[in-house]
């Protein structure tokens, strides 16, 4: 290959920058020469590619969000659609892709090579961390820890007031963030899509024994869980005890935001130069991730169909940290 195109697609993530630059400088260094896809299948579809340098990405590692920008796009999931993209990307002399994204990223670009033989790699840029053949996705730490810095400031009113708080976190579809922060902040209770709420467990946490012998509480819920989120679980709790008190923090898109961890930096330098290498290999349709710290490649159709369970002893753990 002599030319190839990177993008971000789907939600931003802190270290897409990173990752977008680790693409860069692997292509450069191989001879290869690289052009920038601007917001994602949106750009592709209306020709809005931009060739990228060393000197692009000067002073970007450290900075949060994506400089290529992403949207979500509908006419991309439209046959006509993907035929503009793929007559932008001949246009352009563009022979391979490098996708740093999710689940519909990665859905896309494996339709777009059935269909018009574009061969791409992906990289995990999620803060979600739900996706099957990689540790930990791009944004995930950095997430993680503006959460925890948050908590531990609730937590400080919430010892000041004797008060329950329930911490909403990002998670529609995955309890990642939310049990790896709830663990980190000393959450006493954390509520996950995967697991069925303990309703019995709930209640008698806030009318029995426990109410006596903790003055505050941190309860961090994941705003897929079972219940719709923080609000609605603090009304059902509301409906069962009468008595029942508590305040709720949503943290919203603040999560997605700001200058990524350094292992969000290394690990998304790590996959940008390994999806790279990989495209020149001949390899395509498949991720580039992180096993027990070694880089793996996963085919699209595993990364996105298989089952991610959380950590079993960190599940665990909360319960032997509940007392």
């Given amino acids: 290959?002599?030319?190839?195109?990177?993008?971000?697609?789907?939600?931003d993530a802190p270290g897409m920058n990173a990752c977008i630059r680790g693409v860069v400088r692997t292509a450069i260094y191989n001879n290869v020469e690289v052009m920038g896809i601007m917001r994602g299948y949106n750009g592709m579809i209306e020709g809005d590619i931009i060739p990228l340098t060393s000197r692009s990405l000067s002073n970007t590692i450290q900075r949060g969000g994506t400089i290529l920008k992403t949207a979500r796009s509908a006419d991309f999931?439209?046959?006509?659609?993907?035929?503009?993209?793929?007559?932008?990307?001949?246009?352009?002399?563009?022979?391979?892709?490098?996708?740093i994204g999710g689940n519909g990223t990665f859905t896309g670009?494996?339709?777009?090579?059935?269909?018009?033989?574009?061969?791409?790699?992906?990289a995990p840029g999620t803060i979600d961390n739900d996706l099957y053949g990689t540790d930990f996705t791009i944004g995930f730490d950095t997430a993680i820890n503006t959460a925890v810095e948050a908590i531990d400031k609730i937590r400080d009113t919430a010892d000041s007031h004797d008060r329950v708080f329930f911490?909403?976190?990002m998670g529609r579809h995955a309890g990642f963030i939310a049990l790896a922060c709830g663990i980190a902040g000393g959450a006493e209770v954390i509520l996950v899509p995967e697991i069925?709420?303990?309703w019995h467990k709930l209640t008698?946490?806030?009318?029995?024994?426990?109410?006596?012998?903790?003055?505050?509480?941190?309860?961090?819920?994941?705003e897929g869980d079972e219940e719709g989120g923080a609000y609605k679980t603090v009304e059902r709790l509301k409906k069962q005890i009468p008595d029942f008190d508590a305040r709720v923090s949503i943290l919203g898109h603040i999560q997605r935001g700001g200058s990524p961890t350094a292992y969000d930096r290394v690990l998304a330098s790590r996959l940008g130069n390994a999806a790279v290498e990989a495209l020149l290999r001949g390899e395509t349709n498949k991720m580039a991730g992180l096993m027990n710290?070694?880089?793996?490649?996963?085919?699209y159709?595993?990364?996105i169909n298989k089952n991610k369970p959380l950590n079993s002893e960190l599940i665990r753990l909360v319960d032997v940290f509940n007392v």
């Fill in 1 to 11: 290959m002599k030319k190839i195109a990177v993008f971000t697609s789907g939600g």
């Fill in 77 to 99: 999931m439209t046959y006509e659609g993907r035929k503009r993209a793929y007559e932008n990307l001949v246009e352009n002399a563009i022979e391979g892709i490098i996708c």
């Fill in 109 to 122: 670009a494996k339709q777009f090579y059935d269909e018009f033989g574009i061969p791409s790699i992906g």
């Fill in 167 to 169: 911490i909403e976190v």
């Fill in 196 to 198: 069925k709420n303990d």
């Fill in 204 to 222: 008698d946490y806030f009318s029995g024994s426990n109410k006596s012998k903790k003055a505050f509480s941190i309860i961090v819920v994941a």
């Fill in 293 to 299: 710290n070694k880089v793996v490649l996963t085919s």
């Fill in 301 to 303: 159709d595993d990364a």
